[in-house]
């Protein structure tokens, strides 16, 4: 399974987890969608990081070869960080 493919499947299941949240964006997560986050949501997250970051260091010398480094760096790495280290439990509408 590649890069791209499991970076969607976090991004899916994290939007399938908000869509009952949206509704109400105004009011604290509830508890079943902080769980779901902590259990499911995070790890995966921090998988599709880690995994960024690999394809990232092979992708390197290209990346710098082309002048692309810093949209490569944001995609591959920036996004599923963020979506793991810096938005608040149980909110998926942060979610790029």
Same mark, same amino acid.
Do not use: W, Y
């Given at each position: 399974?590649?890069?791209?493919?499991?970076?969607?499947?976090?991004?899916?299941?994290?939007?399938?987890?908000?869509?009952?949240?949206?509704?109400?964006?105004?009011?604290?997560?509830?508890?079943?969608?902080?769980? $779901?986050?902590? @259990? #499911? +949501?995070? /790890?995966?997250?921090?998988?599709? &990081?880690?995994?960024?970051?690999?394809?990232?260091?092979?992708?390197?010398?290209?990346?710098?070869?082309?002048?692309?480094?810093?949209?490569? $760096?944001?995609? @591959? #790495? +920036?996004? /599923?960080?963020?979506?793991?280290? &810096?938005?608040?439990?149980?909110?998926?509408?942060?979610?790029?």
């Amino acid at each position: 399974m590649n890069i791209r493919s499991r970076i969607l499947t976090c991004v899916l299941m994290l939007a399938i987890g908000a869509s009952a949240h949206s509704f109400g964006a105004d009011r604290e997560p509830n508890p079943e969608a902080m769980a $779901a986050d902590a @259990l #499911v +949501g995070r /790890p995966l997250c921090f998988v599709a &990081t880690a995994l960024g970051a690999a394809i990232f260091v092979v992708a390197l010398p290209v990346a710098v070869i082309t002048k692309s480094v810093n949209s490569t $760096a944001k995609t @591959l #790495v +920036g996004i /599923p960080a963020a979506a793991t280290f &810096t938005r608040p439990l149980g909110d998926f509408s942060s979610i790029e």
